[in-house]
C-alpha cells in the first residue's frame, strides 16, 4: 500500500488474486513459525475456502479475500499460528453451515474459542440495531477478558472491513467509521498496536470528514520537499553525533498521521504550520542507558522546546508503549519531535500485546508481567456489571478509551488515573475505605475541593475521617467507574431501607412530573417484571437501586409507562376481538352441544374450522385464531403455522372440545415400513377390523425399497388415534407410524 502521507490508505486495492495473496501470507508466517504451524494455516485456508467458496463481498470479489487478508494483517504482527489460524475460520460459523463443534474438532478447543469470540450474535433476539450492536460488544469484552487476542482478530477483522468500505453505502460508511473511531481505534491504542490503530483512525477520518481529509493531504503534499530536506538535515547531524559518541543507532524518518495531526489542530485551534511535532525522527538503540545517553546527546545539538519532553521509559503508558520524546528547535527554526527507544520497546510499540504470543510457546504458566498489561480490562469488568451492556461499553469510553493524568501520592508512588478524574478518584483507587471515609484533600500542599480536576504530576494527599462516609452528590463528582461503582456498592448496603423508601418517593414524584397515576402504573407484578427485565433483582433491590442513584429513576418509570401503554393496547385488542366474535356466531338457536365439537370461550354457536395444517382432534391442546371472514380456526397448540407476532397474539381465543360430541375427524398418519409383497393390504385389513374408515390414501417407494404411506383416517379422539397407531407399529416390517401435519 502506498505511504500513509500521501492520502492513499484508501485507494483502490489491486483486483484480488487468491493464489498471490495465499503464498504472500504463507510467506509471511514461515517467517517465523514452524513447518508444523505452517501446514495447519494452509489446512484452515483450505477449510475456510472450501466453506466461503459460494458466497461474494459487497465488491463482486470472492468472500474468501475478506478471511485471507485479516490472517495477513495478524501475520504482519507476527501473532502465533492459533490467532492466523482463527483469522482464516472467523466468519464460518456465523456464515456458513459448519458449526463450533466441527471447529473444536478439526482444530482444537483453543480455535474454536477465539471463533466464537468474534462470532455476531442472531439478530433476532434484539429489539433494535443498537441493542444487539451492544451486545456483541459484551459478547467481544468478555471473551477478550479470557483470552486478549479475541479482539486482536477483530481488529484485523474491522481494518480490512474499513478498507474496503467504499463498496458500503455512504448512511453506512458514516456509521462504521463513526463506531470505528469510538470503539476499535482506542482498543487498538489501549492494546498498543499502533499500526493498526493509526490506519483505523485515518481511514475513519476519511469517511467522516472527507473535505477536512482531502484539504489536510494537500496541505501535507505541498510541503512534503521542505519537509523531508528538514528530516534529513536533522537524520544528519545527529548520525554524525552518535557516530562520534560511539553509539549504535538506527535513525529513520517517521511519517504522522493526519489524523493525529487533524486532532491537533482541532484541539489547540491551529493551522497545519503550529503543529509542533508535524516533523518527526525516530532514534533506535540496543540499551536504556544508550537511550538517555542519545537524549543528551540531541539536547546538546540543538535547544529543546519546554514542557515538551515525556519520558515513556520511567513511567510506560498503561498500553506498554515506552519511549523518550522530546522536541527540539531544529534545521531553519523549524520544530522537530524526536523519539529514543530500544529494539524491544520498538517491537511492543509495533506489535503491542500481539508481541506476546511469538514468545510465549514453553511459557505454559502464564505470563504474570503480561496479564499485568492487561489487567485493565478485568479490572473494568470487576467494576461495572458486565449483564449490562450498555454500561459496559461506556464504562470503557469513560475509563480506558479516554486519556491519562498521571499523579503522585506523598511518598512519591505513581498513580494513573483517566483525564478528569478528582480527588476521589485517587482515594477510591488508593483503597475503597479511604474513599468512603474521604472528607478533604491537599494537592501540591493546598487544600482544594473534592471536585478539583487531577493534573499531570499533581501530588495528592487524602484527608479523612472515622466518621467520614459517602455522599449521593459524589456520584454526580467523580471521573471513573470505579469510583462510582464502590460508592454505589456502600448506598446499597449500608441504607438499604432508606433507599427502598426514597426510590419509591422518587418514582412517585417522576410520574406525577409526567401526569401518570403511580396507583395505576404499578399494578400487581409490573415491578416484579421491570427488575427482571433490568436484572435489576427483586423489587425492593429496585428501589434500592433508585434510591440510591444506581438505576436512574427515569428509565425504571419509562418501563413502568411503556408497560402500562401495552396493557391499554391489550385491553382494546379484547374488546375487538370480542365485538368480532359476536358477528361469527351463527345467531341460529342456542343448541346444548356444539355442531363442530369446539366451543369458542365456552359458546357452542360460533363459526368454527379445523386447521388443515395439523387436524386437530379431541384430546390435542388447542387453540383459536380468528379470522376475518372465514370464523375461529382451530390449531394444536403445537402447531408450527401459529404465529407470534404480537398482532398474531391478539387475535388467539380460548377454545376447548365440547365434551358431548360426537363428531369424527380426519388426521393424517406416515407408515414407513418395508416394501414386501402384502404389506398395504395388512395395514388396510388391521384398519378395517378396529372399524376406521379410510379417507385417503397414498403410498410410493424410493430406490431401497423403503415404503411410504401416507393415510388420511376419520377416527373419535387423540386416545383412539394412539391406540390405531399402536396397532400399526406391529406390523412386520413397518419401522415407525407418526402423526402429520396436512390432510385431505
Known amino acids: 500500500m502506498a505511504e500513509n502521507e500521501e492520502g492513499k490508505v484508501i485507494v483502490d486495492q489491486p483486483a484480488f488474486n487468491k493464489e498471490v495473496e495465499l503464498a504472500h501470507l504463507m510467506e509471511i508466517v514461515h517467517s517465523y513459525l514452524d513447518d508444523k504451524d505452517c501446514d495447519d494455516i494452509m489446512r484452515a485456508f483450505k477449510v475456510a475456502d472450501k466453506a466461503h467458496a459460494p458466497q461474494k463481498r459487497a465488491s463482486g470479489e470472492p468472500y474468501i479475500l475478506h478471511p485471507l487478508a485479516v490472517a495477513t494483517i495478524l501475520a504482519n504482527l507476527q501473532i502465533d499460528a492459533t490467532t492466523v489460524i482463527a483469522a482464516l475460520l472467523h466468519d464460518v460459523v456465523e456464515d456458513t453451515e459448519y458449526t463450533l463443534p466441527q471447529i473444536e474438532e478439526l482444530f482444537g478447543k483453543e480455535v474454536a474459542f477465539l471463533v466464537d469470540g468474534v462470532t455476531k450474535l442472531n439478530q433476532f433476539q434484539y429489539h433494535t440495531k443498537e441493542d444487539q450492536q451492544l451486545e456483541n460488544y459484551r459478547k467481544m469484552i468478555l ?166 519532553f515525556k519520558d515513556y521509559i520511567a513511567m510506560p503508558k498503561s498500553n506498554m508503549y515506552q519511549s523518550l520524546h522530546t522536541t527540539i528547535i531544529g534545521t531553519m527554526g523549524h520544530s522537530v519531535e524526536i523519539q529514543i527507544r530500544t529494539w524491544e520497546m520498538h517491537r511492543v510499540s509495533e506489535y503491542g500485546v500481539a508481541a506476546h504470543w511469538r514468545y510465549k510457546e514453553g511459557n505454559k504458566g502464564g505470563d504474570k508481567d503480561f496479564d499485568q498489561k492487561v489487567g485493565w480490562l478485568r479490572q473494568v469488568l470487576e467494576w461495572q456489571d458486565a449483564s449490562n451492556p450498555k454500561e459496559l461499553v461506556n464504562a470503557l469510553k469513560l475509563d480506558v478509551f479516554s486519556g491519562e493524568v498521571f499523579v503522585f501520592t506523598p ?134 437501586a433508585v434510591g440510591y442513584g444506581g438505576i436512574p429513576v427515569n428509565s425504571v418509570l419509562l418501563c413502568f409507562v411503556d408497560l402500562y401503554k401495552r396493557d391499554l393496547a391489550k385491553e382494546d385488542n379484547r374488546r375487538d376481538t370480542m365485538a368480532l366474535l359476536e358477528k361469527l356466531k351463527t345467531h341460529e338457536p342456542v343448541h346444548r352441544k356444539s355442531s363442530t365439537g369446539i366451543l369458542v370461550n365456552g359458546e357452542p354457536d360460533v363459526m368454527v374450522r379445523m386447521a388443515r395444517c395439523c387436524n386437530p382432534v379431541p384430546g390435542d391442546e388447542v387453540v383459536g385464531y380468528i379470522t376475518r371472514g372465514r370464523g375461529v380456526s382451530v390449531h394444536r397448540a403445537d402447531c408450527p403455522n401459529i404465529g407470534h407476532t404480537p398482532e398474531d397474539v391478539d387475535r388467539m381465543i380460548e377454545v376447548s372440545w365440547d365434551a358431548g360430541t360426537s363428531e369424527n375427524f380426519h388426521v393424517a398418519i406416515e407408515i414407513t415400513a418395508y416394501d414386501r409383497g402384502g404389506l398395504l393390504m395388512e395395514i388396510m385389513a388391521t384398519l378395517s377390523e378396529m372399524k376406521i374408515n379410510i379417507v385417503n390414501i397414498n403410498a410410493k417407494v424410493d430406490d431401497t425399497k423403503n415404503a411410504n404411506i401416507n393415510l388420511v383416517i376419520e377416527i373419535r379422539d387423540v386416545s383412539e388415534l394412539d391406540f390405531v397407531m399402536t396397532k400399526l407399529r406391529r406390523i412386520r416390517d413397518v419401522y415407525t407410524v407418526q402423526r402429520a401435519n396436512g390432510g385431505s
Request: proline letters at 3%; a positive charge.
Open 143 to 308: 471473551a477478550m477478558a479470557k483470552d486478549v487476542r479475541v479482539v486482536v482478530i477483530k481488529l484485523g477483522d474491522r481494518l480490512h472491513n474499513m478498507r474496503t468500505l467504499k463498496h458500503m453505502r455512504s448512511d453506512k460508511q458514516k456509521r462504521i467509521a463513526q463506531e470505528t473511531l469510538e470503539i476499535f481505534a482506542p482498543l487498538a491504542h489501549r492494546l498498543g498496536i499502533f499500526n493498526i490503530k493509526w490506519e483505523l483512525e485515518d481511514l475513519s477520518f476519511r469517511y467522516l470528514e472527507p473535505d477536512k481529509y482531502y484539504d489536510l493531504v494537500e496541505q501535507m503534499r505541498e510541503k512534503r520537499h521542505v519537509r523531508e530536506e528538514i528530516v534529513d538535515d536533522t537524520m544528519e547531524q545527529l548520525k554524525k553525533a552518535l557516530d562520534d559518541a560511539h553509539i549504535k543507532a538506527d535513525v529513520k524518518g517517521r511519517p504522522k498521521h493526519f489524523y493525529s495531526i487533524y486532532k491537533k489542530m482541532k484541539k489547540d485551534n491551529r493551522d497545519l504550520s503550529q503543529i509542533y511535532d508535524l516533523y518527526a525522527v525516530r532514534v533506535i538503540v540496543d540499551t536504556i542507558p544508550d537511550c538517555y545517553a542519545v537524549l543528551g546527546i540531541v539536547h546538546n545539538l540543538w535547544k529543546p522546546l519546554p514542557y515538551r
Open 411 to 544: 511518598r512519591g508512588d505513581v498513580l494513573k488515573l483517566p483525564k478528569g478524574a478528582v480527588p476521589l478518584d485517587f482515594a477510591y483507587r488508593i483503597h475503597t475505605d479511604v474513599g468512603h471515609r474521604c472528607v478533604g484533600a491537599k494537592v501540591n500542599g493546598k487544600i482544594v475541593s473534592l471536585d478539583y480536576t487531577l493534573q499531570n504530576g499533581d501530588i495528592v494527599d487524602i484527608i479523612t475521617s472515622k466518621t467520614g462516609k459517602p455522599s449521593l452528590d459524589w456520584l454526580n463528582i467523580v471521573g471513573s467507574t470505579e469510583s462510582r461503582s464502590k460508592i454505589r456498592n456502600w448506598f446499597k448496603k449500608e441504607n438499604k431501607e432508606e433507599n427502598i423508601v426514597k426510590g419509591r418517593e422518587l418514582l412517585e414524584k417522576e410520574a406525577k412530573r409526567l401526569n401518570y397515576d403511580w396507583k395505576e402504573l404499578n399494578k400487581p407484578g409490573r415491578m416484579e417484571q421491570i427488575a427482571k427485565a433490568l436484572n435489576a433483582g427483586s423489587e425492593t433491590e429496585l428501589l434500592s
